[in-house]
T-cell receptor
Framework: DQQVKQNSPSLSVQEGRISILNCDYT??????FLWYKKYPAEGPTFLIS?????DKNEDGRFTVFLNKSAKHLSLHIVPSQPGDSAVYFC???????????FGTGTRLTVIP | EAQVTQNPRYLITVTGKKLTVTCSQN?????MSWYRQDPGLGLRQIYY???????DKGDVPEGYKVSRKEKRNFPLILESPSPNQTSLYFC???????????????FGAGTRLSVL
């Protein structure tokens, strides 16, 4: 039973435009969310995170938005660059828990 | 260089032949974890360890064993591999156990396992 879902397996965006990657979760106990990026033949690397006490967190070109009532979060990349082409995973956990639940991933392709 | 090292990177084996995938980190991290990545299912946690001699089941522990005898090493053991364990496996580590899975995890490059 997938507790974290990324319903778009892939997304293509023109260079310079905004990329929006979406993630939904079902467990209302989740209170901390992370995004990881994965290039081919490499392990995932951390990108950005957000706590449920916030509804937005920004780091350079990357912004994560959290809508707790909808159990939805999104990652915005502005402007998108070809080097952003990768698979993006969202992940969720809860305070006091030691396990992490990942979504199925979205493959982003930024077209030059 | 700070890193998580997995070996082997690629492995083809046959059903029932015991195998071990090694994982080592040089960052003195307390928390270590194993994941498998499958198409359409994303990354799923197999086991994790909060510290030496402390391990616990993740989401999909069946058919796997782990041990944490030293802080730096966290091997994944398949006692009797089956074809449904064909997957891409990742080991990860993070600094401190008290924040649990909120900590940033550093991943190895992956081990692609095929069980025939």
């Amino acid at each position: 039973d997938q507790q974290v879902k990324q319903n778009s397996p892939s997304l293509s965006v023109q260079e310079g435009r905004i990329s929006i990657l979406n993630c939904d979760y079902t467990n209302s106990m989740f209170d901390y969310f992370l995004w990881y990026k994965k290039y081919p033949a490499e392990g995932p690397t951390f990108l950005i995170s957000i706590s449920s006490i916030k509804d937005k967190n920004e780091d350079g070109r990357f912004t994560v938005f959290l809508n707790k009532s909808a159990k939805h979060l999104s990652l915005h990349i502005v402007p998108s660059q070809p080097g952003d082409s990768a698979v993006y995973f969202c992940a969720a956990t809860q305070t006091g828990a030691n396990n992490l639940f990942f979504g199925t991933g979205t493959r982003l392709t930024v077209i030059p | 260089e700070a890193q998580v090292t997995q070996n082997p990177r690629y492995l083809i084996t046959v059903t029932g032949k015991k195998l071990t995938v090694t994982c080592s980190q040089n960052m003195n991290h307390e928390y270590m974890s194993w994941y498998r990545q499958d198409p359409g299912l994303g990354l799923r946690q197999i086991y994790y360890s909060m510290n030496v001699e402390v391990t616990d089941k993740g989401d999909v522990p069946e058919g796997y064993k782990v041990s944490r005898k030293e802080k730096r090493n966290f091997p994944l053991i398949l006692e009797s591999p089956s074809p449904n364990q064909t997957s891409l496996y990742f080991c990860a580590s993070s600094l401190s156990g008290y924040r649990g899975a909120k900590n940033i995890q550093y991943f190895g490059a992956g081990t692609r396992l095929s069980v025939l």
